[in-house]
């Protein structure tokens, strides 16, 4: 077994899809003939927390936790705001930002913090990951990003031993809906170091295309041959022993956060069509969001006509997540208002596909989703400014449901393609590929 050492800020005690990726492509690595070793956090500042996740971290995996000075806790003391962690990747034109203090912090984290609030974990970690390759033979480096300082990491490590290093992109980093809006000196230094990234990583794996588009059209010197596509994916072996059920009210679940650009406005506009169209009433359905809201989300869900359907769970372990979706007549997907949405393939679209129910897709005409779900015949997708198309497959959902015929008919087999184990085999041949020049 070849060692290879992982590097993540996102990792258990973490939640969310970030953490996921990298949770199972250890796992499964190891059946590529690489074994990993983890290069992570100590007191990360998580905006979600799966503590369960902990017990799915391999026995064997060893685990290196580096502690890193956060900025949030003085931001929040700034702000005088309390609870829970900040979310990062604050979506920049999402919510309107009012006061001195806001436009303040905004600047500093667009002056200061590049390429993210995680600068200051570089140095330290850079030196324990070199000290790790020289005790434990290491012969290849990961690093999953965002954050993007974990590229710098990486980057650091390779320069002072040489070894082939593949730089993980769960999201583009300039240019991006999260990026914030940096004046041109921040943001040609952050060019500079996504460049430098982009040009000294032996291979760059994507979890979606688009990534790699983005990519080349920023830097369009760049060998395309070293970009390789690796999707997100689903383990069925996660799932609880769940069985659906038909429920006495038609029932849509959506997990996940929403906030800025991401909201069920269309949504819910769609079914006031339809309840102006006498098709569906509040009464008829169940509406269940899992996750995190923020304020301009939850005040959306209040002043709905369908509010009295609506049922509210705050952030769960990621099993009961997925048990909240089996149990459901359909799953709801809603991506971000935004130009880069065409191309985003959000990991949790791949979770919706493998626990098998009906997806309805908020998503562009024409975009990566949609073909995703054409691909593998597991719902429907209509664009957020198309809320009679929304309806309509809302409506044929329902009426499916209602006659009690299936609702969709997926396909079993495109499905299957994208377990998680497969992804991770895939980073394990490019690993062999790059031991092997």
Same mark, same amino acid.
């Given at each position: ?223 395309? *041959? ?9 383990? /069925?072996?996660?799932? !609880?022993?769940? $069985? +659906? %059920? ?84 359909? *799953? ?9 949405? /065409?191309?985003?393939? !959000?990991?949790? $679209? +791949? %979770? ?86």
């Amino acid at each position: 077994m070849k060692t290879i050492l992982v590097i993540a800020y996102h990792f258990p005690p973490g939640g969310g899809p970030g953490v996921q990726r990298v949770l199972k492509h250890i796992t499964y690595l190891r059946e590529t003939g690489w074994h990993p070793m983890v290069l992570t956090v100590e007191n990360g500042d998580f905006p979600a927390r799966d503590e369960s996740l902990l017990a799915k971290i391999p026995l064997d995996v060893t685990v290196v936790r580096v502690p890193i000075l956060e900025p949030y806790d003085l931001y929040r003391k700034f702000m005088g705001r309390k609870g829970a962690a900040i979310d990062v990747n604050v979506n920049k034109a999402g919510t309107q930002r009012k006061g001195v203090k806001e436009r303040l912090a905004e600047w500093v984290r667009a002056t200061v913090f590049i390429p993210d609030a995680r600068i200051a974990w570089l140095r330290k970690a850079a030196k324990v990951g070199v000290e790790l390759v020289h005790k434990h033979n290491i012969q290849a480096i990961y690093s999953s990003s965002p954050p993007y300082t974990c590229a710098l990491i990486a980057r650091s490590i390779k320069r002072k031993t040489g070894l082939p290093w593949i730089a993980g992109f769960r999201d583009p980093w300039t240019e991006f809906l999260t990026t914030p809006d940096r004046w041109f000196l921040p943001a040609a230094i952050d060019r500079s170091l996504e460049r430098s990234v982009f040009n000294e990583a032996d291979m760059v794996e994507c979890a979606w295309t688009g990534i790699i588009d983005d990519a080349l059209r920023k830097y369009p010197h760049l060998n395309r *041959s070293k970009f390789k596509h690796v999707p997100n994916g689903y383990d /069925a072996s996660d799932f !609880p022993n769940a $069985v +659906y %059920e038909r429920n006495d009210k038609f029932t849509i679940t959506y997990t996940g956060s929403m906030y800025g650009r991401r909201t069920p406005k269309a949504f819910f506009d769609a079914l006031d069509l339809l309840a102006n169209q006498g098709l569906i009433t509040p009464s008829d359905v169940h509406l269940r969001f899992v996750g995190r809201f923020g304020d301009e989300v939850l005040a959306m869900f209040q002043s709905s006509r369908f509010a009295p359907s609506i049922e509210i769970v705050g952030y769960v372990p990621h099993a009961e997540s997925i048990g909240y979706v089996m149990k459901s007549e359909a *799953s709801l997907l809603i991506v971000d208002d935004a130009k880069e949405s /065409a191309e985003i393939v !959000p990991g949790k $679209v +791949y %979770e919706y596909l493998g626990v098998g129910r009906p997806i309805i897709a908020l998503a562009p005409a024409g975009s990566a989703i949609e073909a995703l779900l054409v691909e593998t015949s597991a719902g429907l997708s209509a664009s957020q400014d198309n809320i009679s198309g929304i309806s309509e497959i809302i409506g044929m959902f329902f009426d499916r449901w209602i006659r009690g015929e299936s609702i969709t008919q997926p396909n079993v087999q495109e499905i299957a393609k994208y377990e998680r184990r497969a992804a991770a085999h895939q980073l394990g041949s490019m690993l062999h590929e790059l031991h092997q020049q």
